[in-house]
């Protein structure tokens, strides 16, 4: 339809995007790089589809774009810039159009079709004149540039001058066919020699050039050299003359030009005479080309000892078509030379090291110029240091004779670290003389086992004792150390005693320290001396108390004296103390900023009371408190006996011998008569307990009896069988009875038997009394049998079916009336005998 309408194909080369392929950003990292794929791309197509009948063509829209671009960097400018001309041919997304990018594709196609500048026109949407000016500018240096070999519909159209109709036309004629296809290997080339004939009747000048699109070194021996150039070739009537050129395949760079691609060229002879043309095109098919090269150079790297660390390694299929690339490893020595015995393969151990390729299926089926990256795991050993060196090799598995190679190696780096640190604070304070225990945490933080040592340094006051000094630590490992701390006695409070803990390597390298400062706590103590001093005439009674301070920090006293009696007492207290009272004796008073060892002295007193009824125990208590630590009280309570004013020598007369022993006796009970009593309780109490225990041990044995007799085991047929068959040796003697007259036998019997008392009969109150109690016992038994039966019944009983329609009656429930049992009279047993 589009041939018989006479249409032509135009292809619109479309522009790259502004960033580059985000998508595909391995093939398309950017602009540049992608309009020039996009522009490749274009022109293989149109080649792969020209014949001799139709050739399509192409609008460069996208080279509009690229000379915009092209001409900021020109002008020392960045295209990709927001604000530049080149940034706002795109939208928002950097991919579509804006109003300037559809103007300038406008521009492009309208001096594609019609030949004719774009320069001069108007634009609908209101552009400025500079802007708009570019654009058309842009639009037409592309389309009208003959360096790119761009062919346009308007370059084929009969001339528009008139022609005379007498004038015989012209008739030239290529001697070979359209459709030769010729295969030719990348970067190589071929030659071509084509005839073409004058069947006309006259002399003609005939144009002749060579058209294509591939952009391809083509030269032959007319004219500049450059078919594409073109040259004049005149030829008489029936004249044949042979056109000679060559044409150069590129090498396949970026993966282009692509096996099995074909290339048009069209061969193109115009008459100078009318202007009509005659050409004749063939294709050249690119042969496949194999090859690998290792895309970037691997960045050497280290590794911890008995770690694993990849590198990745990129490859690329320089060929023309889809290939998988082999790839291989093999150990080297530290100059670059192979090893005996070790060949490329796809894993080897050397030295303890493991190397191995992973992550192949990255290089299977690559597209052209399409890159892959595998990963090489250098696997080391336990060692502190170390280095593999690898060459790394790539070949295209259809051309192993082109390997491309790169070097990397991998070193072990041993990182030596450690860390102490203190665990708690608790040894911030500690007393003179004292010690305290703490802990402390090693870690080997490096990337290798290490033996480390424990060192400090302490103040000459301070002794540290560690229970653990040497240690062998794996990477990560810890370990927590208890360590003593003991202050030396003596010491004054406030003093700091510091020590510092260091970890230290067998090389005798510091790793990490930690230090802790001990303050000497305050130690608050006193020794207290108190002297009785006298008691003069008056009774007045007086204490010398010598105090010294045996603690470690200035101290103070606040004294304070009581007395339990109600009577004068007082404080004669040190020379610079404070203290307050109204009579000038005071029973308080307070010593400030006592140094160590220093000894103050006061008194006290008080006077025993007088006119008192009963003798009585006087007590002076003096309270000493430390004012440093007012919690701490010292108390020293003294005790003095005084008598009652009766008591008191003048007031006693003389007491007589039997007063004295009255009092002795009073005296001796009052001291020991609870104790008599217990004694008499207790010996009462044994002598109970003892006829007790006899009594119940001879009742036992007389019930034992008492059963035993009952409990005769039955003889068995065996047992009385046995006795018939034994036989006695002796006859038993019968024993001579003892023989008396009837009549005296009756005699001495009645002599010797009492009369028999006859008993009284039961009294009627006796009588009544046994009924009752009976009765009692009997209606008791019926009641609680009643109660159970009814207690069942209400519980668990169920109601007769026959029963279940009747409505429930409310039950009152009964009260029992228990009587009062009487209290049965004790047995007396008038049996006294102890059985001691």
């Given at each position: ?54 050739a399509p063509y192409i609008a460069p829209v996208g080279l509009a774009y690229k000379a915009i671009y092209d001409g900021i960097i020109a002008d020392g400018g960045t295209p990709t810039d927001q604000g530049t001309l080149f940034y706002n041919l795109y939208s928002g997304d950097g991919a579509h159009p804006s109003t300037r990018g559809t103007y300038l594709a406008a521009c492009v ?240 151990t050397q030295s303890g090291w493991s190397v191995g390729i992973f992550e192949l299926y990255n290089v299977v089926d690559l597209q052209p110029y399409e890159m892959g990256t595998v990963q090489v795991e250098f696997d080391a050993p336990n060692n502190p240091t170390g280095t593999m060196w690898v060459e790394f090799s790539t070949w295209s598995a259809s051309n192993n004779q082109m ?187 307070v010593l400030n900023d006592i140094p160590p060892q220093t000894t103050i002295t006061f008194r006290a007193w008080m006077q025993l009371p007088r006119n008192q009824e009963l003798n009585g125990t006087a007590e002076m208590i003096v309270e000493m408190r430390s004012t440093l630590e007012p919690d701490i009280v010292f108390t020293n309570r003294t005790e003095y006996e005084f008598p ?193």
């Amino acid at each position: 339809m589009i041939e018989a309408a006479g249409a032509e194909t135009i292809f619109f080369m479309t522009w790259g995007y502004r960033d580059g392929d985000s998508n595909n950003a391995w093939l398309n990292p950017d602009y540049p790089t992608m309009q020039a794929n996009l522009e490749a791309g274009y022109n293989m197509y149109a080649e792969n589809i020209t014949t001799a009948e139709r050739a399509p063509y192409i609008a460069p829209v996208g080279l509009a774009y690229k000379a915009i671009y092209d001409g900021i960097i020109a002008d020392g400018g960045t295209p990709t810039d927001q604000g530049t001309l080149f940034y706002n041919l795109y939208s928002g997304d950097g991919a579509h159009p804006s109003t300037r990018g559809t103007y300038l594709a406008a521009c492009v196609m309208h001096s594609t079709m019609t030949g004719e500048s774009s320069s001069g026109l108007s634009d609908p949407f209101g552009f400025d004149s500079n802007t708009r000016t570019t654009l058309q500018q842009a639009a037409d240096s592309v389309v009208f540039d003959d360096t790119l070999g761009y062919s346009y519909p308007w370059q084929n159209e009969p001339s528009s001058e008139p022609v005379d109709n007498s004038t015989e036309a012209s008739n030239l004629w290529f001697g070979s066919s359209d459709g030769t296809n010729v295969l030719i290997e990348p970067g190589g080339g071929s030659g071509f020699t084509v005839n073409i004939t004058n069947n006309a009747s006259f002399t003609d000048i005939a144009d002749i050039y060579i058209q294509t699109n591939t952009g391809w070194n083509m030269s032959w021996n007319y004219g500049t050299g450059n078919p594409a150039n073109g040259y004049t070739l005149e030829m008489g009537s029936d004249s044949l003359h042979w056109i000679q050129f060559a044409i150069s395949v590129p090498e396949v760079s970026m993966g282009l030009p692509l096996a099995g691609s074909k290339h048009s060229f069209t061969v193109i002879a115009t008459s100078q005479h009318d202007g009509n043309s005659t050409s004749w095109t063939f294709t050249i098919e690119v042969l496949s080309w194999h090859g690998a090269e290792v895309a970037e150079q691997p960045v050497n790297d280290t590794v911890d000892p008995d770690l694993k660390v990849r590198i990745p390694v990129s490859v690329r299929n320089l060929g023309n078509e889809d290939e998988s690339l082999a790839v291989r490893i093999r150990p080297l020595n530290e100059l670059g030379g192979s090893i005996p015995g070790q060949e490329p393969a796809l894993s080897f151990t050397q030295s303890g090291w493991s190397v191995g390729i992973f992550e192949l299926y990255n290089v299977v089926d690559l597209q052209p110029y399409e890159m892959g990256t595998v990963q090489v795991e250098f696997d080391a050993p336990n060692n502190p240091t170390g280095t593999m060196w690898v060459e790394f090799s790539t070949w295209s598995a259809s051309n192993n004779q082109m390997i491309s190679t790169t070097q990397m190696e991998v070193s072990i780096v041993r990182e030596r670290s450690a860390t102490i640190e203190l665990l708690d604070n608790k040894c911030d304070l500690v007393h003179s003389g004292d010690l305290c225990t703490s802990e402390f945490r090693i870690q080997n933080t490096g990337n290798f086992q290490d033996d480390y040592e424990i060192v400090w340094e302490s103040s000459p006051a301070l002794e540290v004792q560690v229970a653990q000094t040497v240690f062998n630590l794996e990477p990560g490992v810890s370990t927590d150390v208890g360590v003593i701390y003991v202050v030396e006695s003596g010491l004054p409070a406030g003093d700091e005693l510091t020590a510092t803990l260091r970890m230290m390597t067998s090389d005798n390298l510091e790793m990490d320290s930690t230090s802790t400062t001990i303050e000497v706590a305050v130690d608050i103590d006193w020794e207290i001396n108190a002297e009785y001093v006298s008691m003069d005439d008056e009774e007045n009674v007086t204490l010398a108390y010598t105090l010294r301070n045996i603690g470690n920090a200035d101290d103070g006293l606040d004294v304070t004296l009581s007395v339990n009696v109600f009577t004068e007492f007082g404080l004669i207290p040190p020379f610079s103390s404070e203290w307050e009272s109204e009579e000038g004796t005071p029973n308080n008073f307070v010593l400030n900023d006592i140094p160590p060892q220093t000894t103050i002295t006061f008194r006290a007193w008080m006077q025993l009371p007088r006119n008192q009824e009963l003798n009585g125990t006087a007590e002076m208590i003096v309270e000493m408190r430390s004012t440093l630590e007012p919690d701490i009280v010292f108390t020293n309570r003294t005790e003095y006996e005084f008598p009652g004013e009766n008591w008191r020598p003048e007031n006693i007369d003389s007491v007589s011998a039997w007063g004295e022993f009255v009092l002795d006796v009073q005296s001796f009970w009052n001291a020991w008569g609870q104790f008599l009593i217990s004694l008499v309780v207790i010996m009462i109490g044994a002598v109970a307990l003892h006829r007790a225990v006899v009594y119940r041990q001879r009742r036992d044995a007389e019930w034992d009896a008492m059963i035993a007799a009952r409990n005769v085991e039955p003889e068995k047929v065996e047992d009385w069988m046995d006795k018939f068959s034994q036989k006695s040796e002796s006859e038993p003697e019968p024993t001579p009875s003892p023989e008396m007259d009837a009549g005296a036998f009756e005699q001495a019997f009645k002599s010797r038997s009492k009369s028999k008392p006859e008993k009284a009969a039961p009294t009627s109150e006796v009588m009544d009394a046994a009924n009752t109690v009976f009765e009692h016992h009997d209606e008791r038994a019926d009641y609680e049998a009643i109660e159970d039966l009814a207690g069942d019944l209400l519980d668990e009983a169920e109601p007769h079916e026959a029963n279940q329609m009747l409505e429930p009656g409310e039950s009152t429930g009964a009260r029992t009336v228990r009587h009062e049992r009487k209290t049965p009279q004790k047995k007396m047993d008038d049996d006294i005998d102890l059985d001691l």
